[in-house]
């Protein structure tokens, strides 16, 4: 499939749509937890079965992205988001038989493994071309579109919801919320499929100010592994990832814990709202932080999500228990850089790497999350459930892997500082062959 050129006069403004479309719904990925109660009661599984089909879904989503970033860089976007959009849908389409007829391994295989090679090639499928279009705010265009995967929850969470209401919470009643999820997302990715368009030739976009997408350093995605800086920047993403998660994956027990001694416990339904608070605040991080990139830098918006991020875990675990309004706003801002550093990672690329093939060096980046993934609620739980062993209680609980998560963000913090422009070794020859030219020119 041919990446589709954008005709004359064709707005760049129609781009950020295109690539929502497909965010938007593979963010659904946030909302699983609304389908673990009814498959355990249904299908007669304990938690950490009910957890496996997303977390599956996130290991491939790092694994597609990796290894299929050099194809979608290949075939281009549109190519990109109908994959996408037929792996996501397909893994809904595969769970809702594997409901109807009670075979779980059915939902593992089809939301986990199929859809989340939809989820991977889906998250990488704008990206290279949204920088393209926007060379002069790469950290805005890119935060757009990444946003949309951290709202899409805010989306599927009630309409899943509402369906399972609507349908019962039984075998039949999953399967057909799983059959309407499933057209409803091929539907609405087809929008993004159509509307998205790559520039023409070498320049911006109309209304764009500034160089060429093309201008500056450019490196290969098989160079880019050789090179410190990428390795560097796994390292950058994988903590701030580990440290959002970390409270995102266990959020409501988790200020349900902290309060339950105090004389105003937390009550489930508040506990709910707070997880929606933080959906809110992944979501305004991904537009907010990443636009601000394009002010103050990469290097200096790391600086905020890892120094700061480790600021806001000391605060909660010293003096989080003494006020739920400290508490709620330490975690906001902590999931803000959460949001803020996957929005943000692209352009942070782009600056280092150039745009030639800065999809795939992103989608190889992408196993950061993976690792993260299995990484931050590893520490959380597995300290709380022997910290709970061992007689304690409350945010007894918490002390060690808040302790652990904040020695993570100052490795970060130390990586990213040591972060450094690209050896011209690494460029392409021609950017490796003029860049020589212009520093053998006399001054």
Not at 235 to 250: H, P, R, S
Request: aromatic fraction near 10%; charged fraction near 10%; hydrophobic fraction near 50%.
């Amino acid at each position: 499939m041919s990446p589709p050129l954008a005709p004359p006069g064709w707005s760049r403004w129609l781009v950020p749509p295109a690539a929502l479309a497909v965010h938007l719904s593979i963010g659904q990925a946030y909302a699983w937890s609304v389908f673990k109660p009814p498959l355990e009661s249904a299908l007669h599984l304990d938690g950490t079965q009910s957890a496996l089909p997303f977390q599956l879904a996130i290991v491939m989503l790092g694994l597609s992205a990796a290894f299929g970033g050099t194809l979608v860089e290949r075939n281009g976007p549109r190519w990109a988001m109908t994959v996408a959009l037929v792996c996501f849908s397909s893994g809904f389409l595969i769970s809702a038989l594997g409901a109807q007829t009670q075979q779980y391994w059915l939902i593992v295989l089809g939301y986990g493994f199929v859809g989340g090679i939809g989820l991977g090639i889906g998250y990488i499928s704008p990206v290279s071309t949204l920088i393209k279009w926007f060379p002069d705010r790469p950290g805005m265009a890119t935060g757009i579109a990444i946003m949309g995967f951290g709202g899409g929850a805010l989306i599927a969470s009630p309409w899943s919801a509402q369906m399972l209401s609507s349908f019962g919470t039984g075998h039949s009643g999953i399967a057909l919320a799983f059959l309407v999820h499933g057209l409803s997302y091929a539907v609405f990715m087809t929008l993004g499929v159509f509307l998205v368009r790559v520039p023409r030739g070498d320049t911006p976009g109309a209304g764009a100010s500034g160089p060429s997408s093309v201008a500056g350093v450019q490196v290969s995605a098989n160079s880019a592994l050789r090179t410190p800086q990428f390795w560097l920047l796994w390292v950058v993403l994988c903590t701030n990832v580990t440290a959002g998660i970390g409270i995102l994956e266990k959020a409501a027990p988790m200020i349900t814990d902290f309060f339950a001694d105090s004389s105003t416990p937390v009550s489930a339904s508040a506990a709910a709202g707070f997880v929606a608070l933080l959906s809110a605040a992944n979501m305004a991080g991904r537009i907010g932080w990443s636009s601000a990139s394009d002010r103050i830098g990469r290097r200096n918006i790391y600086r905020c999500y890892l120094g700061v991020g480790a600021l806001m875990y000391l605060l909660i675990a010293l003096f989080g228990d003494s006020a739920k309004p400290l508490f709620v706003l330490c975690a906001l801002v902590i999931l803000s850089f959460y949001g803020g550093g996957f929005a943000t990672v692209p352009a942070y690329l782009k600056d280092l790497f150039g745009t030639h093939q800065v999809g795939a060096i992103h989608g190889r980046l992408l196993t950061a999350w993976s690792t993260a993934g299995v990484l931050g609620p590893l520490i959380v739980n597995w300290i709380a459930d022997r910290q709970k062993e061992a007689g304690k209680h409350g945010p007894a609980l918490y002390g060690l892997s808040f302790g652990i998560m904040i020695g993570l963000l100052v490795v970060g913090f130390v990586a990213n500082e040591l972060v450094r422009p690209v050896h011209t070794r690494h460029h392409i020859p021609a950017q490796r062959e003029a860049a020589d030219a212009q520093r053998q020119q006399p001054a």
